[in-house]
């Protein structure tokens, strides 16, 4: 059987995140959703996505397909339906298809043709961006059982404060020395060949991914993920790092989300909480104004390739989009669009050329190319964010 994950209805509601991947490629917990679904299934998996995105993200399909939806995180139980699904079936939580059976051509506009199977147990669903952090505990849980079952971690090193050290598991290549690790209100994961430098605190659940970084004296509140490659400082608290960013200096990030290859100067600061403690409302893309989220608190939205210069102060529920860079005095405005140059005394838009040539330069300090296609799906994203801009 051949397994294609497609966006789903949520798509637009994940922005600015999806302007560069398709939702299965989105982090949340330890993994990112595709790599969710493949370990369950012990299957490499293909994408439908956005014309502008197949390039870098195809689809490959054959004779018989099941077509799962990507804003749904896998568990054993449903993995169990997904395996055992026929032609015309199609699996559902409430309102929302979970997976169907396609075969190969077959455009399926409407179930009403298909025989319908009820998925009745709870199933971690990622719908808006917000739900990234306020979800990733649970994610967190889920990845680590999934991931370290059967298996041993590296030995706890002896310096190492810990509370409730079974809690712990420590891939190969590890780095961790004079450090307080408190798994007491979740698990904490430490990648292969990640890093924990001295004096850091720590509460879980974490997810430390593969070659990320906690630098001196960094203080983590659970439930926080820091992707592949990420440099961490300061004060984080359940926020969600994708990858190849960078938070590495004094400052807080509170209930946020960064995309990759974004880099926080020194002291830059988000609020999470409002002063008048009221529910925080997030730019949506979808509406062109602000949502309600039902969160008390929320922080920064950041997309990929973003920037901001040192002592930056975002305001709560503050989305900027792909490719912004902020500096200067004051808080910017909470909706910064794609491309855009400035800061708190208003912005100009960000031309391509100026923002590949510093893509190119932080890419290769990682030692990763800024291809052709990296360049066409940024090129996309600038064209269909220009009405966001004032030119």
């Not at 100067?265 to 039902?294: I, M, P, Q």
């Not at 893509?359 to 940024?378: C, G, H, Q, S, Y």
């Amino acid at each position: 059987m051949n397994y294609i994950l497609f966006d789903g209805p949520y798509r637009d509601n994940l922005l600015p995140f999806t302007y560069t991947r398709p939702v299965a490629d989105i982090r949340v917990g330890i993994l990112t959703i595709r790599q969710k679904w493949e370990s369950y299934l012990e299957y490499t998996t293909t994408t439908v996505t956005e014309d502008y995105l197949s390039d870098k993200f195809p689809m490959v399909e054959m004779e018989d397909n099941i077509m799962i939806n990507a804003s749904f995180l896998p568990n054993a139980e449903v993995v169990e339906f997904v395996k055992n699904l026929k032609h015309n079936q199609a699996l559902f939580k409430g309102e929302d298809v979970i997976a169907f059976f396609a075969r190969e051509g077959e455009e399926v506009k409407d179930f009403s043709k298909f025989e319908a199977i009820e998925f009745q147990r709870n199933i971690l669903k990622i719908e808006h961006t917000w739900d990234i952090f306020s979800k990733n505990g649970e994610a967190i849980e889920d990845d680590f059982n999934l991931i370290t079952k059967g298996r041993k971690s590296q030995p706890i090193p002896t310096t190492i404060n810990t509370i409730n050290p079974e809690n712990i598991f420590i891939e190969k290549g590890a780095k961790l020395n004079f450090v307080t690790l408190n798994a007491s209100s979740g698990h904490i994961y430490i990648g292969r060949d990640a890093e924990i430098m001295e004096g850091s605190v720590v509460r879980g659940p974490l997810a430390l991914c593969n070659n990320a970084t906690l630098k001196l004296a960094t203080k983590i509140y659970g439930p926080t993920t820091v992707g592949p490659y990420s440099k961490v400082g300061g004060e984080v608290n359940n926020s969600v790092l994708f990858g190849y960013s960078n938070k590495g200096h004094d400052g807080f990030l509170g209930n946020s989300v960064l995309g990759e290859w974004c880099n926080l100067g020194a002291d830059t600061n988000n609020s999470n909480l409002k002063n008048n403690y009221a529910e925080v409302r997030l730019w949506d893309y979808k509406t062109g104004g602000f949502a309600k989220t039902g969160l008390q608190f929320c922080g920064l939205m950041m997309g990929d390739h973003s920037k901001c210069g040192i002592n930056t102060m975002f305001n709560t529920g503050t989305v900027v989009g792909v490719s912004a860079n902020i500096f200067g005095s004051g808080f910017p405005r909470n909706f910064v669009p794609s491309f855009s140059w400035g800061g708190s005394k208003g912005f100009v838009t960000y031309k391509t050329n100026k923002a590949f040539e510093v893509a190119k330069v932080v890419m290769a300090r990682r030692k990763e190319e800024f291809t052709e296609k990296d360049e066409a799906i940024l090129e996309h994203v600038f064209e269909i964010t220009k009405s966001y801009r004032r030119e």
